[in-house]
């Protein structure tokens, strides 16, 4: 399925400054460079207008409406922010949308349904693995990802490769176990 995204209008893009410049006879305002970037996200390819500078979490939440990846600490310490790219993990805040042509994308709409969880999620909610759930999309999809990684069998391991991804709540025992419960049916 092959979608466009709508188009903003330019004075949504615009500055409060730029915008009252643009009614004074006479004076113009560059308007903001776009490129064209055609993104497969779960499995749909979107063709989008951005800004170069426009960085994978931005065109995900703001442009495909996909807010279920969360923008936390926006510069990469965090782990909110976390989806699949080419089946590996990447932080989507400091990745730009522009690069990504051609990619695999997978956020966590695409993991499971509410009917129908992927493993990892129901193991999160049998396993009361989290708690304000800010982190927790983030938290699943590292989760998912460290499945196909070399991880030794213990808990510190696991703590070791989700060391990227932090909860202000402190769930992390519950989050452990979640993993390993997935890891033990694997």
Not at 12 to 18: L, M, P, R, S
Not at 68 to 77: F, I, L, N, S, V
Not at 121 to 131: G, I, K, L, P
């Amino acid at each position: 399925m092959h979608h466009t995204a709508p188009r903003q209008s330019a004075s949504a893009n615009q500055t409060v400054d730029e915008r009252r410049d643009s009614k004074s006879p006479g004076v113009t305002t560059p308007s903001s460079p776009t490129i064209a970037v055609e993104l497969k996200v779960n499995g749909e390819t979107w063709s989008l207008a951005l800004d170069p500078r426009t960085t994978l979490l931005d065109a995900l939440r703001e442009h495909l409406h996909l807010t279920g990846t969360k923008k936390g600490c926006d510069h990469g310490q965090c782990g909110a922010c976390t989806v699949h790219v080419n089946g590996r993990r990447v932080n989507a805040c400091l990745s730009l949308a522009g690069t990504h042509a051609g990619d695999e994308i997978a956020t966590i709409e695409g993991l499971g349904s509410p009917d129908a969880l992927h493993p990892m999620q129901q193991a999160f909610v049998e396993c009361d693995s989290y708690q304000c759930g800010y982190c927790t999309s983030g938290q699943i999809m590292s989760a998912v990802a460290l499945l196909d990684e070399p991880i030794g069998p213990a808990d510190a391991d696991v703590r070791e490769a989700m060391s990227g991804n932090l909860c202000r709540c402190g769930a992390y025992q519950n989050i452990v176990t979640a993993i390993q419960r997935v890891r033990e049916k694997s």
